[in-house]
């Protein structure tokens, strides 16, 4: 049976489709386009969970989110046309990092990739990390996985 997976509670999720341009000469996706489906997932999350798009906070506020860490496995393929949906949910707040959970599913909720990403918030133009200010943390807890909720907000 294939792995499955519900859309977990506090969990952000949006549609994805496969487009031609993902795919390699199989026509199935070639696996560095999940790493943009997941950058997307990120910023979208940015705007649409947290309320600050990345224009806002790269551009207006001079911070990034970089990636500095992702752990994948490929579980099974996607091919052109398919309808997934990426899902996002926070298993860590640190001082300036996030530990995020990922999930690519097909339409039956069969789990195609799941990651573990953690990004850090930086300032850009000291190519540093920067603490997580409290506004923000309190607008990302929603996002937690259950367990997380009670144990960090404010670390």
Known sequence: MPDQQPIAAGAFSMPVTVRFGDCDPAGIVFYPRYFEMFNNLVEEWCAAGLGSSFRNLVIERGLGLPAVSIQTDFIATSTLGDKLTAQLSVL???????????????????????????????????????????????????????????NEVRN
């Open 92 to 150: 860590k707040i640190g001082s300036s990092s996030l530990t995020l959970a990922v999930l690519l599913m097909g339409e039956g909720g069969d789990v195609r990739v799941r990651a573990t990403m953690v990004v850090v918030l930086i300032d850009i133009k000291k190519a540093s990390a920067v603490r997580i200010p409290d506004p923000m943390r309190e607008r990302i807890a929603p996002f937690c996985a259950p367990q997380e909720q009670t």
